[in-house]
């Protein structure tokens, strides 16, 4: 069966250092998407991808980064993390191409991540 | 702009009886709209989704939902809740030309026994 696998599942690190979380399906879908969850606030996304060499800012990229080196992978890095980047992060993917709406979005299980 | 309001930030029903968590949004263009349920410590499921068929949507776990363009309105409702039904749910919005979601606060549903 497609699945979406996020890794690590849990990360503690440390205020200033960089920090990965990769995200992998086996959907073939060309749309990928970056969010985050926080008490009060919902998901809000990150990034996100129409296909490979393609990324977008969402309404909270400020401190992240993403690169798109081919269909299955799209993982998030942290440049200097800090403490309000504290949250669950979940990575979703969409089928379709071209700008079609109304693709409904799977999603990974979430990386929990703190920063001290 | 588009725009998402979940009515209710917590519903707490009594096993066996009905669920109604309520949804209302905002778009200058036909919507497509979801509704996601998410467990404690678990991911995102979708559990139904309109995209301009039927306005009466149905989805897993025996939960429905009607889309009303009238009332702006996309309230999910269930005839009789289950304790496993207890959890987070999302009201999500896309419109436009883009597949980006627009997602309520959620509404947090407790099933007392």
């Known amino acids: 069966d497609a699945e979406i696998t996020q890794s690590p599942r849990h990360k503690i690190t440390e205020t200033g250092r960089q920090v990965t979380l990769a995200c992998h399906q086996t959907w073939n879908h060309n749309n990928m998407f970056w969010y985050r969850q926080d008490l009060g606030h919902g998901l809000r996304l990150i990034h996100y991808?129409?296909?490979?060499?393609?990324?977008n800012k969402g309404e909270v990229s400020d401190g992240y980064s993403v690169s798109r080196s081919n269909t299955e992978d799209l993982p998030l890095t942290l440049e200097s993390a800090a403490s309000s980047q504290t949250s669950v992060y979940f990575c979703?993917?969409?089928?379709?191409?071209?700008?079609?709406?109304?693709?409904?979005?799977?999603f990974g299980p979430g990386t929990r991540l703190t920063v001290l | 702009a588009q725009s998402v309001t979940q009515l209710d930030s917590h519903v707490s029903v009594s096993e066996g009886t009905p669920v109604l968590l309520r949804c209302n949004y905002s778009s200058s263009y036909s919507p497509s709209l979801f509704w996601y349920v998410q467990h404690p410590n678990k991911g995102l499921q979708l559990l139904l989704k309109y995209t301009s068929a039927a306005t009466l949507v149905k989805g897993i776990n025996g939960f429905e939902a009607e889309f009303k363009k009238s009332e702006t309105s996309f309230h999910l409702t269930k005839p009789s809740a289950h304790m496993s039904d207890a959890a987070e749910y999302f009201c999500?919005?896309?419109?436009?030309?883009?597949?980006?979601?627009?997602w309520g606060l959620g509404t947090s549903l407790a099933v007392n026994p």
């Open positions: 999500v919005v896309n419109a436009g030309n883009n597949r980006k979601l627009i």
């Open positions: 979703a993917t969409a089928g379709g191409s071209g700008r079609a709406p109304g693709n409904e979005q799977f």
């Open positions: 991808s129409y296909g490979v060499h393609d990324t």
